[in-house]
């Protein structure tokens, strides 16, 4: 629920800055979609940093859940590789 909401707000933000700049100063649409952008993620970035952790958080969880999910044999597999580097070193 995190992302979404983060991404609701970072497009408001662009949408606030863009729509100005297209219809009342009359730029073009991509100088102003850059500029809108540019300014949208300097904002976020700058000022949304705990909606942005807890939404990457949210998306990490997501992944975890529907990875693929490792055999026992797979398992025994890869610590039989790790003893096998750690022992080259």
Do not use: C
């Not at 102003?32 to 700058?46: D, E, H, K, Q, T």
């Not at 026992?72 to 590789?81: F, P, S």
């Amino acid at each position: 629920m995190q992302f979404f909401k983060y991404t609701v707000i970072r497009l408001a933000i662009f949408f606030v800055i863009f729509l100005p700049l297209v219809f009342l100063l009359q730029w073009p649409l991509y100088t102003a979609g850059l500029i809108a952008l540019v300014i949208a993620f300097a904002l976020s970035y700058l000022f949304l940093n705990k909606m942005r952790l807890a939404a990457n958080a949210d998306v990490q969880k997501m992944f975890d859940s529907r990875g693929p999910k490792k055999s026992k044999h797979d398992l025994e597999d890869e610590a039989a590789e790790d003893r096998f580097l750690d022992d080259d070193k």
